[in-house]
């Protein structure tokens, strides 16, 4: 299996904090994703990665920012946490820009 | 966009039955991928088919692709109860890195 990792993998926060998930990948992949998963919404991609600090943003961007400053590290930040931003975060990594993505087990977050 | 539709949503059949679910997108891609998530799991590849490909296997998983009508099917043959996970295509490359994905297709495979 490849190597990602996600941390934390379960928090709990209230409404205006600042929260950053990490992931990380030991297998040097270029491309890394970020998407959340709620109930009738399959997976949304938030940001994407195509190298150390190029990012891109993606179909729900918006309360989130993203840095890669080196290969195998990809942040995920909500400057200030609001409800709506509840969900299953999930990261992926891979070689290519089209080939097989490799998922983390997921961060579930919680805001209050 | 780049994202992939599966139907149908939801699928429940018998252990020992075939499933067959579709996936359509609407742009040109290079390849497609088929993902497997068991509940509360990350997503796992299945088998990503080129866009110069009909066909292809793997197991007991056979994938189709038409790229004149930008659809595809995967077919799981004599399913499992540890089948049951829901499924979902990436269409892939053409000029964007992006892998956008639909909904999924729940599959139930009763035991």
């Known amino acids: 299996d490849a190597g990602i990792t996600q941390s934390p993998r379960h928090k709990v926060t209230e409404t205006g904090t600042p929260v950053t998930l990490r992931c990380h990948q030991t297998e040097n992949h270029r491309y890394m994703y970020w998407y959340r998963q709620d109930p009738g919404h399959g997976l949304r991609l938030i940001h994407y990665s195509y190298g150390v600090k190029d990012t891109d943003k993606g179909e729900v961007s918006d309360g989130y920012s993203v840095s890669r400053s080196k290969t195998e590290d990809f942040l995920l930040t909500l400057e200030s946490a609001t409800s709506s931003q509840t969900s299953v975060y999930f990261c992926?990594?891979?070689?290519?820009?089209?080939?097989?993505?490799?998922f983390g087990e997921g961060s579930r977050l919680t805001v209050l | 966009s780049q994202q992939g539709e599966e139907d149908p949503q939801a699928l429940s059949i018998q252990e020992g039955e075939n499933a067959t679910m579709n996936c359509s997108y609407k742009?040109?891609?290079?390849?497609l991928q088929w993902y497997r998530q068991n509940s509360g799991r990350g997503l796992v590849h299945l088998i990503l088919i080129r866009s110069n490909e009909r066909e292809k296997h793997s197991g007991r998983l056979r994938v189709t692709l038409d790229t004149s009508k930008k659809s595809s099917s995967l077919l799981i043959t004599a399913s499992r109860a540890a089948d049951t996970a829901s499924y979902f295509c990436a269409p892939a490359g053409s000029g964007t890195y992006k892998y956008i994905f639909g909904t999924g297709t729940r599959l139930k495979v009763l035991a």
């Open positions: 992926a990594s891979g070689p290519t820009g089209d080939g097989e993505l490799f």
């Open positions: 742009t040109s891609i290079n390849n």
